[in-house]
């Protein structure tokens, strides 16, 4: 690997690669830098624009990932942008805030008439995009990956929002052990609480679910008393800290529930602002959708991670990255052939000599 260094864009250039990207990868969390790192390996032109806002940024340690369990999360993503840029692939601190299909013009340095005007020979997939950043510089790429995460709703109650990825928790699987064997509480304020609750129960023999603006049905209370899970109603007013450190919960009419942490399920938003631009299609509940390769229906796009799938943890949102890159670095591979095709068949140029030549005087 090189020692290429990280470049700053400036503000109002045209980008730091004049004849464009191969692709521009918006967003450097797990799934964004593996997607960098496999293209930037498969020697393609790649810049990364980052906001720097990474979904799990408030947990002190990254867990559940196979030979990087406990490393902080900051530390898994600065492994991964060094590891992106020493393959050559350019890292952009910015926001991005549109991606804009281009007109039928091909792009890229891979291309033997890239960003001529007028090159219009016909290639699957689209025909390259412009990624604008705030504050006026704009990339050109021939294929986006769109990697940005997604943003957790938490629910309107005091003293909850500062202890997020501390002692107020959403994943089991990413702090249960932590907590383990320790009174644990699950604040219902969403239809999935009930399992969760029951879900929790795994970690700890001692949990309490306290429904607040949730309503257990008869079968949930007998599933909850079944698992062992205590219930306690009432709406909740707040969350206790004591010496840094969650102490419980305060219900609206005074009691106190002795508690160490608390698992609450995050409304959970795609950010994906980026896209709004491209009409790709979505589900019912307004997630992109996208093929096994994170394909969306534009042709073009790709979506990967947290953005297009909620349920990514760190791994699998860096192999969903990888999975994107492999499809893209196909796909720029059949418009090269297609390409080649092309102007291996067209007719040759008539030369300046013959065609004086052919001219009647
Ligand atoms: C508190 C907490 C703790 C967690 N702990 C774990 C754990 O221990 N183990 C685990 O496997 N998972 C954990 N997760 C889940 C984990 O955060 C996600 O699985 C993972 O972050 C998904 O990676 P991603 O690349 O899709 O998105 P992200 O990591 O969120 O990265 C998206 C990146 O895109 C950038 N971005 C967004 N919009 C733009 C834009 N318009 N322009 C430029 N850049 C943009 C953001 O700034 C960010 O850097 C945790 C989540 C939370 C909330």
Not at 23 to 29: M, S, T, W
Request: hydrophobic fraction near 45%; charge should be negative; include cysteine.
């Amino acid at each position: 690997m090189g020692d290429k260094q990280i470049r700053p864009i400036r503000p109002g250039s045209e980008g730091v690669a004049p004849d464009g990207y191969d692709v521009v990868v918006v967003g450097a969390g797990a799934a964004g830098l593996n997607a960098a790192l496999v293209l930037t390996r498969a020697r393609r032109r790649v810049a990364v624009v980052d906001s720097g806002r990474p979904r799990n940024a408030p947990a002190a340690q990254l867990r559940g990932f196979l030979s990087r369990d406990g490393m902080a999360p900051a530390a898994l993503l600065a492994v991964g942008r060094e590891e992106v840029a020493g393959y050559g692939g350019d890292l952009i601190d910015a926001e991005v805030e549109r991606i804009e299909p281009l007109p039928d013009t091909a792009v890229g340095p891979g291309l033997p008439d890239a960003g001529a005007p007028g090159s219009d020979l016909p290639r699957p997939g689209a025909s390259g995009f412009r990624v604008r950043l705030a504050g006026g510089p704009v990339l050109r790429a021939r294929r986006v990956v769109v990697a940005t995460g997604l943003s957790d709703g938490l629910p309107e109650l005091p003293g909850l929002a500062e202890r997020w990825g501390r002692d107020v928790l959403h994943c089991p699987y990413c702090h249960g052990y932590e907590v383990r064997d320790r009174p644990l509480g699950v604040l219902g304020t969403h239809p999935g609480a009930v399992q969760q609750a029951l879900l929790v129960r795994q970690w700890s023999a001692d949990v309490v679910f306290l429904p607040h603006t949730v309503e257990p049905s008869e079968a949930d209370l007998a599933r909850l008393a079944a698992r062992g899970v205590r219930v306690v109603e009432g709406p909740v007013e707040r969350v206790l800290v004591e010496d840094d450190r969650l102490s419980g919960v305060r219900l609206a009419d005074g009691r106190v529930v002795p508690r160490e942490a608390v698992f609450v399920f995050p409304h959970m938003a795609p950010r994906d602002a980026p896209l709004f631009g491209l009409a790709c299609e979505r589900d019912a509940q307004g997630w992109v959708t996208t093929d096994g390769t994170g394909r969306t229906s534009v042709p073009g796009v790709w979506a990967a991670g947290n953005v297009a799938d909620p349920r990514a943890q760190v791994v699998t949102a860096a192999g969903a990255g990888a999975a994107a890159a492999f499809a893209i670095n196909h796909d720029l591979v059949d418009e090269e052939v297609e390409r080649a095709l092309a102007a291996a068949t067209a007719p040759a140029p008539v030369s300046a000599s013959t065609a004086t030549a052919a001219v009647p005087q």
